[in-house]
């Protein structure tokens, strides 16, 4: 629900939007995803969504129909610039092939063409399948590596400031950024800026500004009032 309600948001914005990545659950749903919006400021709009989200509602996997709470932990992080360097050496990744697992065209799981690479010094894995070749998979998966590697070189720069990642809590009770209640009233309340809204409809299509709107308005207030202490 919420990779649909970025993706629309992305839309009604007039930005490019793709979703690099998926991975489905072991009974349903979808456990991960990547996605990459590309325009001017987005990653200003949406650097207050990184945190943990969470959704109370009757779930439609329940044969009794009861109400179920799902969390999901969301990371921003921007496209890195070509002018910035980030070295990365060929011999320091390892490459793997494989077959692509979801919707895709008469390719998927005929060919591989999808693109997993492990960046062995930090770890870092990134995966991309989403692509009609194992090329453009590769091209896509070296960007977003790019893009953590130079986020990973900030935080060791930027130790004791906030960094583009943030603090990643544990997907929990008590650390939600913003909380959406289906059932059985419905209400969407972000935890941070004690905004709320009844348009539940609304937001889960896309209708995103006026979330981020209160966020940044709440961000800037903090930054002053650190400046004046």
């Known amino acids: 629900m919420l990779l649909r309600m970025y993706v629309k948001w992305a839309e009604k914005k007039g930005y490019k939007v793709k979703i690099v990545d998926t991975l489905l659950g ?10 990459l919006i590309e325009g001017k400021g987005v990653y200003g709009y949406l650097k207050g969504e990184k945190g943990i989200h969470r959704l109370i509602r009757i779930s439609p996997f329940n044969a ?4 179920h709470t799902s969390f999901v932990s969301i990371t921003v992080i921007p496209e890195i610039e070509e002018e910035i360097e980030v070295e990365i ?13 979801g919707h895709g065209g008469q390719h998927v799981n005929k060919t ?10 930090t770890g870092i894995i990134v995966t991309c399948q989403n692509e009609r070749s194992q090329y453009l998979n590769k091209m896509t998966a070296l960007k977003i590596l790019k893009s953590k590697l130079y986020q990973l070189e900030k935080q060791k720069i930027e130790q004791k400031k906030e960094n583009l990642i943030g603090e990643k809590k544990e997907i929990s009770w008590g650390n939600q950024i913003r909380t959406y209640t289906l059932h059985p009233y419905k209400i969407i309340k972000d935890h941070r800026t004690q905004f709320e809204s009844y348009k539940v409809e609304e937001v889960l299509n896309g209708d995103l500004d006026d979330f981020i709107r209160e966020y940044l308005l709440w961000k800037a207030k903090q930054t002053i009032l650190k400046k004046e202490k």
């Open 89 to 101: 050496k060929p011999d320091d990744l390892k490459i793997e092939t494989m077959r692509a697992s």
């Open 64 to 67: 009794n129909s009861k109400r």
């Open 26 to 35: 072991e009974e349903a749903g979808i456990k991960n995803a990547v996605l």
């Open 112 to 121: 591989e063409t999808a693109v997993r690479i492990t960046h062995i010094p």
